[in-house]
């Protein structure tokens, strides 16, 4: 749900002339708000989506805006535009992801546990990575580097040894009954399944491993590593399609950008959650609202015993999904009224006010990206 080239947004709505929603802003500027409108040259600066992952999506990064300038401008066949692409994934359902290097410690612990994995990245960079833990976070960074790069960079054939060995082991152990929790054996088995003798199946000893509940959100600034395994979430990023990928993909890998513009920090799992907000004038309101200019996601959710809902009205345009509930949306501008239901997705010009008429007595739950300036 956006403007961008690669997947402009349809207009189903009989009344409107245009067909897409990036011809029908083209046309109607002011619809944007004015900070919007000068900030981000006419164009709606965010996109919005809902993933519904079942096999696990490939392992990522985006580049910042002045590395996406670059990476357009030397191959555009696989960057395709020359903006950063911050985005957040909001859960809908239990949802698993990768996300940002662990704590090294952890790191250390696989690689002592899992000598398949040890294999790949080599002795000496290993030693160097024990090493790091008693110095300056600058040496920790280099330290990790070092290991993912060797990891990035191995031979697809010992990839392939390594990673059936370690699937064999972990399947006697299952066969068994033990538990094999400890080396994240269910999770490797499963993306072994989806995508054998795949390198990123040993990203998951880098990288930490979120499961976030209904509600809970994570925000994945330019450069950090990440994945999505499964579940349903929605997503808002900027309007941008460039990705660096690094593994569980049959798609283009640029390994040595990837493994030169990664963040190396390491982070603990629970330090990548992003945190809502309060709205102070709506009850039913919470607000995740990033670091970066380009979006805002609102999460509002209406008891079904209110028989009506006044939708916020925003100096931005701004893109409603219904997730649960049944309404009639009315505003001063729209010839008819608009019947919304599950998946049901409507476009709010700036200063727009929309009612909605709960049709049905169940609770709604409702998302909507904007850009709060």
């Known amino acids: 749900m956006g403007t961008h080239p690669r997947g402009d947004a349809k207009i189903l709505n009989s009344h409107v002339s245009q067909k897409t929603l990036g011809q029908w802003i083209t046309e109607n500027q002011d619809c944007l708000g004015s900070k919007v409108k000068d900030t981000f040259n006419g164009k709606l600066p965010f996109l919005f989506k809902v993933l519904s992952v079942e096999t696990a999506l490939s392992i990522q990064a985006h580049p910042n805006k002045e590395l996406a300038e670059k990476l357009h401008l030397q191959s555009p066949q696989h960057y395709p535009d020359a903006n950063h692409k911050p985005e957040m994934a909001i859960a809908l359902t239990s949802f698993q992801a990768l996300c940002g290097f662990r704590p090294v410690e952890e790191i250390v612990t696989f690689l002592t546990k899992v000598p398949e994995f040890q294999f790949l990245i080599g002795d000496d960079a290993t030693t160097q990575l024990k090493q790091s833990l008693s110095q300056s976070s600058q040496a ?56 054998p003798g795949d390198i990123g199946c040993f990203a998951i000893y880098f990288l930490n491993l979120l499961i976030l509940k209904p509600g809970e959100a994570m925000f994945l600034e330019a450069n950090v590593p990440h994945a999505y395994l499964n579940g349903d979430c929605v997503e808002c990023m900027a309007s941008s399609d460039n990705t660096v990928r690094a593994g569980l993909t049959s798609k283009f890998i640029d390994v040595p950008t990837l493994c030169e513009m ?9 330090d990548r959650l992003f945190a809502p907000t309060q709205s102070q004038e709506d009850p039913y309101l919470s607000l995740y609202n990033p670091p970066v200019p380009d979006f805002t996601v609102m999460k509002m959710e209406v008891p079904g015993s209110d028989t009506e809902y006044k939708v916020l009205a925003l100096d931005s345009a701004s893109i409603l999904l219904m997730v649960q509930g049944t309404v009639i949306a009315s505003t001063s ?41």
């Not at 031979?155 to 060995?165: F, I």
């Not at 152990?173 to 993306?191: K, P, R, S, T, W």
Request: charged share 15%.
């Open 262 to 270: 990664l963040n190396y920090t390491p982070t603990p799992s629970k």
């Open 140 to 195: 920790m960074a280099a330290a990790l580097q070092t290991c993912f790069s060797n990891l990035m960079k191995s031979e697809k054939k010992a990839v392939v040894e390594q990673l059936n060995l370690l699937v064999k082991q972990i399947s006697q152990q299952v066969a068994a009954g033990n538990n094999v929790e400890d080396i994240c054996g269910e999770l490797l088995l499963q993306l072994h399944h989806q995508y």
């Open 333 to 373: 501008t729209a010839q008819a009224v608009i019947p919304l239901q599950r998946g049901g997705v409507l476009f709010i010009g700036a200063n727009e006010t929309v009612s909605l008429k709960l049709i049905v007595p169940e609770d709604l739950l409702m998302f909507r990206a904007c850009c709060v300036l």
